[in-house]
C-alpha cells in the first residue's frame, strides 16, 4: 500500500466533516442575509427605465408565441372597451370611397332578384296614373275655358232677348209650380 493513500483517506475524513460543517455555515449564514435584507428597498433603488433599455424586445417576441396568446384574448371584452365612435370619426370616407370599384359593387347586384322583390307594376302604375291624371286635368281645363270662350261668342253674335239659362233644364233644380188660383 501506497502512503500517501494513508495521508488521503485520513484527509477524506478529516475533510468530509469539515465540508458538511462549511456547507452548514454557509447555508445559515445565506439565511441570516437574506432574512436581513429588505427586498423593497433594493427594488426601489433598481432604475426599471435603464434596466429595460438593454432588454432586446425583437429577440424576447420571437420566443413569444402570438398564436398562444392571442387564444388567450378575449376579443368580445376588448371590444367592448374600444369607443367605436371615436374610431369611426378618425376614418378618412373620402379615402375609403375612393377605394371602392363601383362596377364590382354594381356586378355584384342580383337584379333579378331587386326586380322581384320590388313592385315595379304599382311604381309605373302610380307614375303613369299621376302623369294621366295631370294630362286629363290639363285638357279638362282647356276644355271648360273654350267652352266659356264659345260661350261668349254665341251670346254676342245671338244677342238674346232673354238671358240665357244657367245651364240645360235637366240640370237645373226643380223649380216649385206655380199654385193654382193664385
Sequence with gaps: MNPRDRLRSVGRRVADPAETLAQQVTERVIDLLVNSVDINEIAGLVDLNALLSRVDLDALLTKVDLNTLLDRLDVNALLLRVDVNSVVQRVDVSAVIDRV????????IDVDALVKNTDLGAVIARST????????DAIRSQAV????????WVQ???RPKAPWPLAPPALLPPQPEPQAGS
Design 101 to 108: 370599384d363601383l362596377n364590382e359593387v354594381v356586378q355584384r
Design 129 to 136: 296614373g299621376g302623369m294621366a291624371t295631370d294630362a286629363l
Design 145 to 152: 275655358g273654350l267652352d266659356h270662350f264659345i260661350d261668349r
Design 156 to 158: 254676342r253674335l245671338l
